[in-house]
């Protein structure tokens, strides 16, 4: 390289490191501004604009309009045009129609503008035309720095700064708290504000991304990351276009604050979600495998995660492959429901240990349940000391306790402080009452940092995400290392079985002994080398369905009968040379389908199912991203419905997990090692107490390849 | 029968008949009473009796303790004894220890009490000692008409009728409303009234049924089928012993008043919940199957049962197979949500009418989605007439509305009146936002007695729940009529496999033409009569393990093999006649389990489940009550999860599921018509496009047989 073309690139290179460090330092401006400039504000305060101008009424900064001919509106200065502000505002919305927003985030990136939030719609949702100015506004964002929210939002609220930017009134009665939230739409962001502040809790941040032609989730995400205003993460996911570089960020992210997520399409709602988001959806079953092993813990609707997310602002456990929990009651009938709900969610509640059951019973009457849960009846004076002692027992990794409110008996902060102060576990407080009682409860709760949850389903749900948010931590500390590529050379296909089986075999997967013949003369000359039995298989490139052209022979023991078969394949017409594949056969075992995908957005993934028409039928499988660790197998496994059948069920063997994790960390580190192979696929896998054998394998190249 | 005897006899049935008037008349003056005394009050304030007498206070009616000492009370008037009430009050709360209460519910028995309440625990729950009080007070219950609440439970309350029968302070905050609950435990009853609270609705009667030593979950569940106060009713189960009893009340009290039920025991939790109820705790499966089965729609949690009672209370679907929904939004966000929630629960959201879609279109800007959902984007002034529009449309039952709170362009009840007025059809409003604007709009649709729910979640719930009570209430006005039986006279077991499908065929369930031969002459003579190939199996009553003793020989197609089977199983060593079964070869199918079993608290059952060791594995098997009707088996096949292998899944054959459902009504009524059999199982049928049939079958008599 010549001196002179090193010093442009390395020009090129600098411009564009300031160019990112001016976009990271906008987006702080966008969401925590010190100025603001409202566009479209104007007499008739129906509008959007003159709504937003409202909204933002309190905002403690500098907010000003930008009008081409009024000089005032609601009391705020105009300015004829983004040029003629006295200083450079951090924050401009424009609640202008699509088709001038163009002009105007040209102009507001020219001033040096932090960011602009489009209020319309309008765009990339609506078709060709809306598309065009969509991606005329990325231009401009991509060239200066400037950062644009939405468009097609409601916009972001952050109470700390007094900065509500949106047009729905109301909004602005959404509380401070310690909750941020990242949505993909506007409505599900408004809705999660207005449910956490609900729960009493409030937000840091919450923000609705909308086509996201700038800001996107991951920006949000390394924000939020360093705002010390929040404590945990509500996330909200539609279609996910960057999976691989969103699961990157969320894996530097969920070990700093916890997040927790809600992934939309359970259903097929295919159409109705493309014309939302302008996106496809890709594959839930993708994205949540993707989102819980980068650490984050989805659930199932929007009341669960701002549930989830208020507790994980208050509390944490440590990373752990598994937690014990204890649950205290006032109340049988509650706590018997808790139990069950914890339960459903694997969470064990072990027996209290001996020292802790002494002091227990010296506290309840004998006709109480002390083991775990510990029902206390109706609760007594002891109760703290209870909660204390329960906190105590070296095996309880977090105490649960539900009390209905009678305040002559129970104070809630006094009942749980002591437990708190003596050991530092996190203890969740689950309560029904009065609603004056509650609020008590809940405001003498959050001096202390407790959490608390209304109603027992909710103190189940507490515990249920504390428990899933450590073990995805605990997982995500046990991520896979970087592994020697033993084939790095481009392949080209198309690959038959045998060639199929060769590279699973440099991978390390055990397939069958076979030998490849092109000849009668060689098939029989390696029939007195293999152990018997043998299968007999047609090996031609243009028959991939051996089975059904009659072309596999099983149970071949002798001579005879290994002729009578060589003639049966020799009479299949093929197009291309008829050879056979000559293999031993496998031991019995269990049969698992393991293969490996390339899906669009979010890289290898690997694919564990259970084999048979049945396992099939009911789609008993589980997705993990490649690379897996020997920890992401083995949770893997452990999430399959029928995985009893890995266990000695039935007469069948015991399988070897850990064989079947190498072949799955294999495969996944196979279609990363090979981008030219967009799926591997091994059916059957079969699997005793000592081995997985590939008894088929399929290596299927992209049309570039 | 002689005269004297036929004349005593009709004495005792007018006697009976004349105390079961009794019981029904003091269980609703026990649950609305006019007069109340308190006993175990006294001037210590902080004791369960002066706290149920301070909760009492604002009782309308007459209200007075008994205390051997005091005068007066809180300021009311005491008397020594029920015996010196100057009358017979409806109910008496006893706040006295275990051991007094049986002297108490005796001599208010004797005074003509209506019924007690017992709010103390140390009965059955506690062991023999405590049992024996309880039976005491059973005994005095049967004999006399008194009805007894409890003991071991917070009681109840009736806000309507000013009466708070608690020891818990704050539960008179509950409103009046028309929910009534019935809980078997205390705790969750108090759970579900403030639940209910803070859902605006309130209650009617809220019972917490303890003990149930004399009033259970039936009386409740008849009184309340009267209650002109009560439209829906909440219901919490842990243990059922009279399971049969409660499945036929339910069957008439569904059809009257929508009941929405919560089933404990997701996980195993027997120890806990047996020292709570000191009973066993049933098969939650079990459970769950007959309460869908006699009408009630079963719910995970409480946060669940309370609100779907609280839609219920406000409106009802008619009866119908399946419903189709549309959804109108305000934001598409939250809207994908609640599509997602309701598809994945199998309800239509169809394309609207040309008629509906014309209308619509013509009052929503281009932008927006309007095939169903309709996202309107935001609310215009048109709402109210696309909501109209939709709900008028005839493929439509119920109409789902969710809009964040913006009071300046949408008005719920504006909204939503004309579409109500005009069809008549449920429409049900979602909504979030600041508390004073749910406030209003929740006030506003009371009056309409339109249902709302606060957010996505709970708004897709509403939809689910009016969907399921309107399809199980369809499936009940179809239930099972009563069938001919077959075979009336007691059977004497046990039975081998031939006697096992010699049955079943008398039931109409097809088997394989076989012949059962005690000599090898005779199966010489059967061999020519029958179709090839055949099955050879071993039929000796003390081995039931046929294939593990190499028993059973398939595929034999020519005299010489047929033999050689016959030569096998003479070899095996027996202790009963070593015979043969001589069986024709059944054509391939999907192979399923259909069994029938007597619950000790349910009765007969019969389970479906798909055949195989991995449908095993994976549970995959759904339970309904005997006798079944052709709708019930009919969604009992819908409700196997992997009902697509019936369908002619990868190459299998398309399964007659009306021959399956034959087999399942079959084994149910087989199961009635013979109390001495306890256990039928055909595994496997074997099941194609035209047959089922039982290949093999069992026949369990129980010990008394």
């Not at 924050?91 to 927003?101: D, F, K, S, T």
Request: charged share 20%; glycine share 10%; with cysteine.
């Amino acid at each position: 390289m010549s001196q002179a073309r090193q010093s442009a690139a390395s020009t090129e290179a600098a411009t564009e490191s300031v160019l990112e460090d001016t976009r990271r330092a906008n987006l702080a401006r966008l969401f925590k501004p010190q100025s603001i400039a409202v566009v479209g504000a104007s007499a008739d305060s129906a509008k959007a604009g003159s709504q937003a101008l409202k909204t933002l009424s309190r905002f403690p900064g500098k907010l000003v309009c930008v009008h081409p001919r009024e000089t005032e509106i609601q009391g705020f200065t105009c300015y004829p045009s983004f040029a003629d502000l006295p200083e450079p505002v951090d924050l401009a919305v424009l609640a202008i129609p699509a088709q001038h927003c163009v002009k105007a985030a040209a102009e507001a990136a020219e001033r040096g503008v932090g960011g602009v939030f489009i209020v319309s719609g309008g765009f990339g949702e609506t078709g060709a035309e809306g598309a065009k100015l969509q991606d005329a506004l990325g231009e401009i964002c991509a060239r200066t720095g400037l950062r644009l929210l939405g468009p097609n939002t409601s916009g972001f609220v952050n109470p700390a700064a007094g900065c509500i930017a949106s047009f729905v009134p109301g909004v602005d009665t959404i509380g401070t708290g310690h909750v941020s939230v990242v949505a993909q739409s506007g409505g599900v962001n408004l809705s999660l504000g207005y449910l956490l502040d609900r729960l009493g809790e409030g937000v840091s941040i919450a923000a609705g991304l909308g086509n996201a032609v700038d800001v996107g989730t991951r920006d949000m995400l390394d924000l939020l990351a360093e705002d010390e205003n929040t404590r945990a993460i509500a996330l909200h996911l539609e279609g996910v276009t960057d999976g691989r570089a969103l699961f990157e960020t969320l894996k530097r992210v969920t070990p700093r604050k916890p997040v927790a997520a809600v992934v939309a399409g359970r259903a097929d709602i295919g159409e109705f979600a493309v014309s939302h988001t302008g996106n496809l959806m890709g594959s839930r079953e993708r994205t949540v495998a993707a989102l819980t092993q980068a650490g984050a813990v989805v659930v199932d609707t929007l009341d669960e995660l701002a549930q989830a997310a208020a507790v994980f602002s208050r509390r944490r456990l440590q990373p752990k492959a598994s937690n014990a929990m204890a649950l205290i009651t006032g109340q049988a009938g509650p706590g018997l429901l808790i139990t069950d709900a914890l339960k459903a969610s694997g969470i064990a509640l072990p027996e209290l240990g001996p020292t802790t059951m002494e002091k227990i019973e010296a506290l309840l009457p004998p006709m109480t349940f002390i083991k775990n849960p510990v029902d206390t009846g109706r609760p007594g004076p002891g109760f703290p000391e209870i909660v204390r002692a329960v906190a105590e027992d070296e095996a309880i990794d977090a105490v649960l306790v539900f009390g209905i409110s009678e305040p002559s008996v129970l104070d809630p902060a006094t009942a749980l402080r002591p437990a708190e102060q003596a050991t530092g576990k996190p203890i969740v407080f689950g309560t029904l009452g009065p609603a004056k009682d509650l609020e008590k409860a809940h405001d003498d709760l959050a001096v202390l940092g407790t959490p608390m949850a209304i109603g027992p389903d909710r103190l189940a749900l507490a515990g249920v995400a504390l428990d899933a948010d450590a073990r995805h931590q605990w997982r995500l500390s046990h991520a896979a290392r970087t592994t020697l590529s033993p084939v790095r050379e481009q392949l080209t296909g198309p690959f038959d079985e045998s060639a199929a089986k060769q590279l699973m075999r440099s991978y390390g997967i055990a397939a069958p002994r076979s030998v490849l013949c092109k000849t009668r003369e060689a098939a029989l000359a390696a029939f007195g080398d293999l152990q018997k039995p043998l299968v007999v298989k047609i090996a031609a490139e243009d028959v991939p369905h051996k089975t059904e052209v009659g072309g596999v022979i099983l149970n071949v023991r002798d001579e005879p009968s290994f002729s009578a078969a060589l003639d049966r394949i020799a009479a299949i017409p093929t197009k291309t040379p008829n050879r056979v594949l000559i293999e031993e056969m496998a031991p019995e075992g269990v049969e698992l389908i393991v293969g490996a995908v390339r899906d669009p957005s979010w890289g290898p993934c690997v694919v564990i199912g259970l084999g048979g028409v049945q396992a099939e039928a009911v789609s008993d499988s589980v997705v993990g991203l490649a690379p897996l660790s020997e920890t992401d197998a083995a949770v893997m496994l452990e999430a399959l419905r029928g995985k009893k059948l890995l266990d000695g069920f039935r007469g069948l063997p015991k399988c070897d997990r850990t064989a079947i994790a190498s072949v799955a960390i294999a495969v996944g580190q196979l279609l990363l090692d090979h981008p030219e192979i967009t799926e591997v696929e091994i059916n059957p896998l079969r699997v005793n107490e000592t081995s997985a054998v590939a008894l088929d394998a399929l290596v299927v190249f992209g049309e570039k390849s």
